[in-house]
């Protein structure tokens, strides 16, 4: 399944920086606002060292890791939902993404301009969250317009529908009214279903990305406590990135290199890889395998999909006529170092409609249509 996420922040927080850092992908990156215009675009595969694994007992011709798309959109500015900053477009790129990463700067260095004059990641975040409000709080009341029109539906289906979402809208109207997120809204499943269809921008998940210098890395700043305590009161997540070092590792040519520059500067892990994990964590993805001689596969599924939902992301021809699912886990191959030796140890399993696919699962589909 397709999972983007579009880059957001204020003009000049390192947004486009770190977005080439992370995606390799060319972006215009300056010292001045605005220098992104139309959204640059990156493919990224996302590391498993599973499907590496996996591999090794299996033997493919070649390994295809799932991916996540970066979208780098335009710095976005005080006005932003009524159109400063050619913000009416921009918005329009961020209501197409799964989720948001909040870039927010969160070092101190004269030679960068910040837009308002002085760091403060408490403003630039409700800078930004507000004209997103504003932007849903312009769709809610334009669908609040058409209400009426619904309610005299001679469609029974389409009449009660309208029904059931002017409570619905009424309510998200007075928190965005506020500046409040709609996703600080309680809606249970049925009432997200209602208003998917209008693709609201602050229902979508939110990770604040801290952007901060080297010291930064070591040791968390004052802005970096402000900002995960603002997520943590809002239910979303952060973490931290330092978008100098990210580029230094980008540029260099091997992975052996990259390692060494890694070891040096006392990083674990890329900024990249952590952020995969945080973004699939927070969309609450989970991956399954597909493994032959041919190729390992990775597949990106939604926690809770039974098998032919699995199924159907692969070809809606799977999932339309799903038969059964030949199962056996990433830890048992581990453990057995064969498929026949998962066999033989009763961990090679046929799953029905019902199952509810579990994270390294490796999977075989039987569909027949």
Not at 22 to 42: D, K, L, R, W
Not at 318 to 323: S, W
Request: with cysteine; hydrophobic share 40%; charged share 30%.
């Amino acid at each position: 399944m397709a999972i983007n996420c579009g880059i957001v922040g204020l003009p000049n927080v390192g947004k486009s920086t770190i977005f080439q850092a992370i995606t390799s992908a060319p972006a215009e990156a300056a010292n001045y606002p605005f220098c992104t215009i139309e959204p640059n675009v990156g493919i990224v595969s996302v590391t498993d060292q599973r499907m590496t694994n996996i591999s090794v007992f299996i033997k493919p011709q070649k390994q295809i890791p799932a991916v996540v798309e970066f979208v780098d959109i335009a710095g976005l500015v005080k006005g932003a939902s009524k159109g400063e900053g050619l913000g009416n477009q921009f918005l329009g790129h961020i209501r197409q993404v799964s989720a948001i990463i909040h870039v927010v700067r969160c070092f101190e260095d004269d030679d960068v301009i910040h837009v308002d004059g002085v760091v403060n990641p408490i403003n630039d975040i409700e800078t930004i969250n507000l004209e997103l409000a504003l932007a849903d709080l312009e769709v809610v009341e334009k669908k609040m317009t058409n209400l009426p029109k619904l309610l005299k539906n001679q469609n029974k289906e389409i009449s009660s529908k309208a029904k059931m979402l002017a409570p619905i809208l009424e309510n998200l109207k007075d928190a965005l009214s506020e500046g409040i997120a709609a996703r600080a809204v309680e809606l249970n499943s049925d009432e997200l279903e209602l208003v998917r269809e209008l693709n609201l921008i602050t229902l979508k998940k939110v990770l604040y990305l801290c952007n901060v210098d080297e010291d930064g890395m070591l040791e968390d700043n004052e802005h970096v406590k402000a900002v995960f305590d603002y997520a943590g009161n809002e239910g979303a997540s952060a973490m931290k990135i330092c978008g100098k070092l990210e580029s230094e590792i980008a540029s260099l040519d091997s992975e052996e290199e990259k390692e060494e520059f890694m070891d040096a500067a006392g990083i674990e892990k890329s900024g990249l890889e952590l952020l995969t994990k945080k973004a699939y964590d927070m969309l609450g993805l989970k991956t399954y395998f597909t493994a032959g001689e041919k190729e390992v596969r990775a597949w990106t599924f939604k926690e809770g999909f039974k098998a032919p939902q699995a199924a159907g992301i692969i070809h809606t021809d799977f999932e339309r006529g799903f038969i059964k699912a030949e199962v056996y886990h990433y830890d048992d191959l581990l453990q057995f170092k064969s498929e026949g030796k998962v066999k033989e140890n009763g961990k090679f399993r046929v799953e029905g409609k019902e199952y509810v696919v579990k994270d390294g699962d490796i999977i075989h589909f039987r569909f027949n249509v």
